[in-house]
């Protein structure tokens, strides 16, 4: 069995998808990506306190 990777689980959005998102939405999302990092964490994967809305705003300024 291959390795899971977060790439493996995570759902991307676009700087335009991300501004659709109702702040319950947003909530929902950073709860179900936090709960994906403990998951990882337990099974092996290390990982560092990420801020998800920062990553997304970040990774719009790289597409540009």
């Not at 099974?43 to 997304?56: A, C, N, P, T, V």
Request: hydrophobic share 35%.
């Amino acid at each position: 069995m291959d390795s899971v990777a977060f790439e493996d689980v995570a759902v991307n959005f676009t700087l335009e998808e991300w501004a659709l998102l109702s702040p319950s939405q947003k909530k929902l999302y950073r709860d179900v990506m936090q709960e994906t990092f403990r998951n990882l964490a337990s099974i092996g994967k290390i990982w560092e306190d990420h801020d998800i809305e920062d990553e997304h705003k970040n990774q719009g300024r790289k597409c540009r």
